[in-house]
């Protein structure tokens, strides 16, 4: 069975400008799904949401959007928007954790009421030719929630329902629920995906034993805090190139031209790069240290100092 891997969308890191330095250095992703546009009520579509989506910022990669919401103007709104870009999918979030987003009924919060899932979903179809296909966590307080909500999704031609194994109330905290998940399964007619703590070949080989009907896998943070990893679950291979050091620093280096071009000031340049280094700390021998080495450098001159140490000890 050929294995299919996406790149699953989080909120400030994977933008246009990640997805192109990834695709270029690394490779090994067949699908990015967008960060998710979100419209607050509004009428319109934010200039970030534009740049990120727009077909000329995403050439070389097979990009599907996103939005989150839970009013189906919005969604409609939505799909117009991506449509007139040249899109025909628009993936729906209902996984976000985050309690700002569940808290307004949107993201994982919305796994509750499938009545309203079924009524965005009946317009969006009735009013629309856009595929729809899901993003989900398997309930907000409980991993059953989103048993209830499948005849709903049953109903209509969904794509597929990527699923990642926690309840948001979880945000990334604690085990995935690897038997709950399998009841997501056992329960869907649908096409399912697995997402959730994929972050070495060997994470990846556990999952594809435990779940071997799933061919389709969507790496999150993993795909961040080690950039080689999608390649070298493609070649089925645990080493790492020869050059990886060199690789992973003219990525860096890259990433941290097109982002200190786009944001004003060193200010926000410094803490995009602190929270890329959240993640990217972990593929280092003392993540802990070297992490704090980039907290410590307090402006840029310093922080490229960091950075050469770090890159120069591995």
């Not at 991993?143 to 499948?150: A, G, K, N, Y």
């Not at 056992?186 to 990846?204: C, L, M, P, R």
């Amino acid at each position: 069975m050929s294995i299919t891997l996406l790149s699953s969308p989080l909120q400030g890191f994977t933008d246009f400008r990640f997805r192109n330095a990834f695709q270029k250095y690394f490779g090994g992703i067949d699908t990015f799904y967008a960060p998710y546009i979100r419209l607050d009520g509004k009428s319109e579509i934010k200039s970030s949401y534009k740049r990120d989506l727009a077909p000329e910022n995403n050439e070389d990669i097979h990009l599907i959007p996103q939005v989150i919401t839970n009013d189906a103007d919005g969604f409609l709104l939505v799909v117009k928007y991506i449509q007139e870009l040249g899109y025909k999918e628009l993936n729906w979030n209902l996984g976000c954790p985050y309690p700002m987003v569940t808290k307004r009924g949107m993201g994982s919060g919305l796994i509750c009421d499938p009545a309203k899932i079924d009524a965005i979903l009946k317009r969006v179809h009735n009013e629309t030719d856009v595929v729809v296909s899901m993003k989900m966590r398997m309930g907000y307080e409980e991993p059953t929630e989103i048993l209830d909500v499948f005849p709903v999704l049953e109903k209509y031609p969904i794509k597929n329902i990527a699923i990642h194994a926690r309840i948001g109330k979880q945000l990334y905290k604690g085990a995935v629920d690897l038997d709950a998940f399998q009841n997501c399964i056992d329960a869907s007619k649908q096409k399912i995906y697995y997402n959730g703590d994929i972050t070495s070949v060997q994470k990846f080989k556990e999952m594809q034993e435990r779940f071997p009907s799933i061919d389709h896998f969507m790496i999150g943070r993993g795909l961040i805090s080690d950039p080689f990893l999608p390649n070298m679950i493609k070649n089925d291979t645990l080493e790492y190139p020869e050059n990886r050091w060199t690789v992973f620093r003219e990525f860096h280096d890259e990433l941290f031209q097109e982002y200190d071009a786009a944001l004003s000031g060193p200010v926000p340049i410094r803490m995009k790069m602190l929270g890329f280094w959240e993640y990217f700390s972990q593929s280092f021998s003392d993540p802990r240290k070297t992490y704090k080495k980039i907290k410590k450098a307090g402006n840029a001159k310093n922080y490229h100092k960091a950075v050469d140490a770090i890159f120069s000890e591995e």
